[in-house]
Antibody, heavy 115, light 110 residues
Framework: EVQLVESGGNLVQPGGSLRLSCAAS????????MTWVRQAPGKGLEWVAN????????NYVDSLKGRFTISRDNARNSLYLQLNSLRAEDTAVYYC????????WGQGTLVTVSS | QAVVTQEPSLTVSPGGTVTLTCGSS?????????PYWFQQKPGQAPTTLIY???YKHSWTPARFSGSLLGGKAALTLSGAQPDDEAEYYC??????????FGGGTKLTVL
């Protein structure tokens, strides 16, 4: 059974940092591009970042302006998203997705940025 | 960044047919935008229905189909069922830029 399980979401103060993780199982993680997508409360989906299977290419939505970093550890079948300088508008459920044609999605992890 | 537009809401009768569209502020949507379609029900993660304009995953019901229509990407639902009531999002890829989601279409089956 394929699973993508996100973790690491939490309540954090503005300016703080978090590291999100996504544990993959049931498919050949190391062969596929992986993506982070977020969804603010009551809003639509926003593409955040993706990373090549070997980690050699990383792409980000322009609006993040270098505050987020995507990475992966193929030996651990894990995807990560480092979130720095967090703002209230970063409050969202963060989903990881991938496995070829975005076929698999996790259930998401909630990040709340508030004082 | 390009803006991707979808109908905010649509209603279809049970058993009826409806077409959702996905346009781009940069011009006509083509197969080169590799359109995706996702379904999301309240409180759930999205699921991918269609990729690369027309291709379905193994779990995509046959009543859903993707196409290009009048310069837009389109998702057609033929024979709507109550379980199809959901939010539908499209995603377009842009050469040299990042993929962009549409704002979503809330589909009501009534």
């Amino acid at each position: 059974e394929v699973q993508l399980v996100e973790s690491g979401g939490n309540l954090v103060q503005p300016g703080g940092s978090l590291r999100l993780s996504c544990a993959a199982s049931g498919f050949t993680f190391s062969s596929h591009w992986m993506t982070w997508v977020r969804q603010a409360p009551g809003k639509g989906l926003e593409w955040v970042a993706n990373i090549r299977p070997d980690g050699g290419e990383r792409n980000y939505v322009d609006s993040l302006k270098g505050r987020f970093t995507i990475s992966r550890d193929n030996a651990r079948n894990s995807l990560y998203l480092q979130l720095n300088s967090l703002r209230a508008e970063d409050t969202a459920v963060y989903y990881c997705a991938g496995g070829g044609q975005l076929r698999y999605w996790g259930q998401g992890t909630l990040v709340t940025v508030s004082s | 960044q390009a803006v991707v537009t979808q109908e905010p809401s649509l209603t279809v009768s049970p058993g009826g047919t409806v077409t959702l569209t996905c346009g781009s502020s940069t011009g006509a949507v083509t197969s080169g935008h590799y359109p995706y379609w996702f379904q999301q029900k309240p409180g759930q993660a999205p699921t991918t229905l269609i990729y690369d304009t027309t291709y379905k995953h193994s779990w995509t019901p046959a009543r859903f189909s993707g196409s290009l229509l009048g310069g837009k990407a389109a998702l057609t639902l033929s024979g709507a069922q109550p379980d199809d009531e959901a939010e539908y999002y499209c995603l377009l890829s842009y050469s040299g830029a990042r993929p962009v989601f549409g704002g979503g279409t809330k589909l009501t089956v009534l």
